[in-house]
């Protein structure tokens, strides 16, 4: 077992009296939530009155964003009441609940097709995007798994294969939507929290590589990301066709310089950059905000990642695993998904249908990070009930 998990530190922890939340993990998650608002807005203007779809409304997709963020925020408040034992519990079966939904969307004439790709469940008025579901599921089952396994984590046969088979059913499923993007996040939740608890580092290097060349022969294999891959290294070849989205974006960044050309006044959300308040919305941001605007985004998200660490190694210095690698858990889901989409609008990495967490368009993904805060925000509430001398 890795030291971490032996601490005698818990004396220093229990000095002071600490506040219920931490504020600096609580003010960045309600930033982000907010501006998402904002920009959603100003970036979905013009599709909006522009679409018969929406009845020309220009406040559809605002309404239906405020929708799902009350929503999403009165499930977080369900959420943070639950204590982290009960969802250790509930992990696995959270889990398979998730993996029968990914089989469901696959099946013809019950998943609903966009683009191409076959992702989301009809309920009525609202779609359901199964993968957004499993992200949380995957952080939640993978830190029960470890916890479970912590004495055979050097273990190549009993320690890493039974979460290799899992992942690579879960790969299956996603790669059949096809969901390329929530299966490199949720891949690299699974053995992020693998490795956190102490997998032999050799065979994790081996798995990196396997991983790496897995990736390769994916691209290799299949014509349409082959395609975005050549579009990614030069948009400007065919900027109307394979690199219009890339191209665009970059005009966007570009337009935007120091400051921005003021909130509300982008022209690239004007029918130009496709996906404007969805996968592209950090290149609206750019242009309206500016370079200060988007530094102000990437500090927030930087904050929260490093408070979730913090607060999952002090789950960890007071023997709460489980606890401490969901935390960790949660930071690896959106610092992974938000670099993924931040490199996509930069053109740092090949254009891929990852939205920006807690701030773009999407019911499904804004109730699933909502609800991961939740947790989050639970592991730290009980970590400064025991620091208190209490019990969580």
Not at 53 to 82: D, I
């Amino acid at each position: 077992m890795s030291a971490v998990f032996t601490s005698n530190r818990r004396p220093m922890l229990a000095q002071g009296a600490p506040a219920e939340l931490d504020p600096l993990l609580l003010w960045p998650a309600l930033g982000l939530l907010l501006l998402g608002l904002v920009m959603v807005y100003s970036a979905s203007i013009a599709t909006a009155e522009g679409s018969r779809f929406t009845g020309n409304q220009a406040t559809y997709f605002l309404t239906r964003h405020a929708v799902f963020l009350a929503v999403g925020l009165f499930a977080g408040a369900v959420a943070f009441q639950v204590p982290l034992r009960t969802w250790q519990r509930a992990a696995p079966w959270l889990f398979a609940v998730w993996v029968v939904l990914l089989v469901i969307v696959l099946i013809p004439h019950v998943g609903r097709s966009v683009n191409g790709a076959q992702r989301w469940l009809p309920l009525g008025p609202i779609n359901l995007q199964p993968s957004e579901g499993m992200k949380l599921c995957a952080v939640l089952y993978a830190a029960d798994y470890t916890t479970r396994k912590l004495a055979e984590m050097g273990s190549f046969r009993r320690g890493f294969v039974p979460m290799f088979l899992v992942m690579v059913l879960v790969g299956a499923l996603l790669l059949r939507e096809p969901d390329f993007g929530a299966f490199v996040v949720i891949v690299s939740i699974a053995f992020g929290i693998l490795f956190l608890g102490g997998i032999n580092a050799r065979l994790f290097a081996v798995l990196i590589v396997g991983m790496a060349v897995a990736f390769v022969v994916l691209i290799l294999t299949s014509p349409y990301r082959l395609e975005r891959i050549t579009s990614y290294m030069d948009p400007w070849k065919d900027a109307y066709g394979k690199g219009y989205q890339l191209s665009h974006a970059l005009i966007a960044f570009g337009r935007g310089e120091w400051f921005g050309v003021g909130l509300g006044a982008s022209v690239e959300k004007l029918f130009y950059l496709p996906e404007a308040h969805t996968d592209f919305l950090l290149a609206v941001i750019a242009e309206e905000l500016g370079f200060v605007g988007v530094l102000a985004v990437i500090a927030m998200f930087s904050l929260l990642v490093q408070r979730a660490f913090v607060i999952g190694r002090q789950s960890l210095m007071l023997d709460r695993v489980f606890a401490g690698l969901a935390a960790q858990g949660v930071g690896i889901w959106f610092g992974v998904q938000s670099f993924i989409n931040m490199g996509v609008n930069t053109g740092l990495l090949p254009t891929k249908g990852l939205t920006l967490p807690l701030m773009s368009f999407g019911g499904s993904g804004i109730v699933a990070n909502c609800v991961a805060l939740a947790v989050l925000l639970r592991v730290d509430y009980e970590n400064r009930q025991l620091m208190r001398g209490g019990s969580a």
